[in-house]
């Protein structure tokens, strides 16, 4: 999966939309590929209705890595606050301890688990909002995670559970 994400903002974003966050496109003249695809005069244009802008420009490229402590019976969320179509490659892990877990929107959950020690994956937001991770602590003793993410979001923030 993150070879994927890597894939598509190495190559596939600066051939096909002229974005290039990590300057490569440039040096391998992947942008020029979108610049010459652009429809040059003969009086029209090849936008098609239906293709509609983001309403939001990415962000930078963000990686992120924090820690939190969860007593006995505790919970906590880090959510990422997302337009829709940006996406991250993340990845958890406690230090021994067990934790369940959910994945999830105000609306949706897209994963859980249960007495887990770690998770990873990709994420790409369906809509413009705040996406991720619950944790609760349901053992005997203090559990720390550590949670990673690569990838464009607007900010990561901790929130109380809802």
């Known amino acids: 999966m993150l070879a994927a994400?890597?894939?598509?903002?190495?190559?596939?974003?600066?051939?096909?939309?002229?974005?290039?966050?990590?300057?490569?496109?440039?040096?391998?003249?992947?942008?020029?590929?979108?610049?010459?695809?652009?429809?040059?005069?003969?009086?029209?244009?090849?936008?098609?209705?239906?293709?509609?802008?983001?309403?939001?420009?990415?962000?930078?490229?963000?990686?992120?890595?924090?820690?939190?402590?969860?007593?006995?019976?505790?919970?906590?969320?880090?959510?990422?606050?997302?337009?829709?179509?940006?996406?991250?490659?993340y990845s958890w892990k406690t230090d021994g301890g067990l934790v369940d877990y959910d994945i999830h929107s105000k609306d949706e959950s897209y994963s859980q688990g249960y007495g887990q020690a770690s998770d990873q994956g990709v994420f790409v937001a369906p809509t413009d909002g705040q996406f991720g991770w619950w944790w609760q602590n349901k053992g005997q003793a203090p559990v720390t995670i550590t949670l990673t993410t690569n990838g464009f979001y607007n900010r990561l923030v901790r929130t109380e559970p809802q």
């Open 5 to 89: 994400v890597i894939i598509v903002v190495v190559f596939v974003m600066p051939a096909e939309y002229g974005i290039d966050p990590t300057g490569i496109g440039k040096l391998t003249g992947l942008t020029s590929l979108k610049a010459d695809a652009e429809p040059k005069g003969h009086g029209g244009s090849l936008q098609d209705a239906s293709v509609q802008p983001l309403t939001q420009p990415l962000t930078q490229l963000q990686t992120n890595q924090g820690s939190i402590t969860l007593q006995p019976g505790e919970s906590t969320e880090v959510k990422a606050e997302m337009v829709a179509l940006q996406g991250f490659v």
